[in-house]
């Protein structure tokens, strides 16, 4: 996609965005680390990929998923003695939440692009939606920190707000089209850079766009990555490209500052019939 922060839109409404690795945070890195040194604490060793794993879940499924996980399983066996169980759930998740309350904001900085992208989106008359898979806790330690380097959005729901659940279910994006008053979920994109993300804009019935280099898919920083050759970078796009693409992608682009043309495309798609 060609790179550009003018929008041509006659018929798309709205757009969901996720939070780390699509609008802040480039490579998913303060979830990812913060899950390795939770576990770490209770003598499991957990390596970045499987961290990356479930991510997209909220974190409560989140670690449930990596408790689920064979090695991990047999891991927390040895150490205790036992099979892990809710109580076990509760308990990485009680050490988990203040670690990550403490350091999201090490990880906040917009992804190149998101601002200025979002303020073409908002002069454009599109109505901008948001959930994460981070609780409210830490939410609303990220949200002053990002609106402070320009990323301003309409709505946000965070992973522990809805009874209904969070992803893959389509509970938040769907949440985002009732709080924000769209009137046609045909008409809405969810932008997400996990697979699960993008598994919940379909089930809501959205366009769906993922993000193959900017997040959780590759797991690197801006500045690691641009320290890569480019058949390196290559390899790496192709293999998220596919993840995201079985996982229900419309569109897959490199990153939230590619999004100007994937919108376009989708728009031109919705004017000749197309619906997702």
């Known amino acids: 996609m ?31 680390q913060i899950f390795v ?8 060793e957990v390596t970045m990929a499987q961290a990356r794993g479930p991510m997209g879940l909220s974190k409560r499924d989140h670690i449930r998923t990596l408790l689920a996980d064979p090695a991990l399983h047999a891991q927390w066996r040895h150490r205790f003695d036992r099979a892990p169980d809710a109580a076990d759930v509760d308990g990485i998740y009680e050490r988990f939440m203040p670690m990550q309350i403490a350091r999201v904001g090490e990880h906040s900085a917009p992804i190149a692009g998101a601002v200025e992208v979002l303020g073409a989106l908002r002069s454009a008359g599109l109505k901008i939606g948001s959930c994460s898979g981070y609780p409210r806790a830490v939410m609303d330690v990220l949200l002053p920190q990002a609106l402070a380097d ?9 992973g522990d707000e809805l009874a209904a659940g969070g992803r893959p279910g389509p509970f938040m994006a769907l949440a985002n089209v009732l709080a924000l008053g769209v009137g046609d979920v045909r008409r809405c994109v969810k932008v997400d850079d996990t697979t699960p993300g993008i598994e919940e804009g379909r ?32 390899a790496l796009r192709a293999a998220a490209t596919r993840r995201l693409l079985d996982a229900g992608a419309h569109l897959v682009i490199d990153s939230v500052a590619d999004l100007p043309m994937a919108l376009e495309a989708l728009d031109a798609r919705l004017a000749a019939g197309d619906r997702p």
């Open 150 to 158: 320009g990323v301003r959005v309409d709505h946000v729901v965070a």
């Open 203 to 234: 089930r809501a019935g959205m366009w769906t766009v993922g993000l193959s280099l900017s997040g959780n898919e590759t797991g690197l920083t801006r500045e690691a990555l641009q320290a890569l050759d480019a058949d390196a970078v290559q």
């Open 2 to 32: 060609t790179r550009s922060t003018s929008f041509q839109l006659h018929h798309l409404q709205a757009v969901v965005f996720d939070w780390a690795g699509t609008l802040v945070d480039h490579g998913s890195l303060a979830p990812t």
């Open 37 to 44: 040194e939770a576990f770490a604490s209770f003598g499991v």
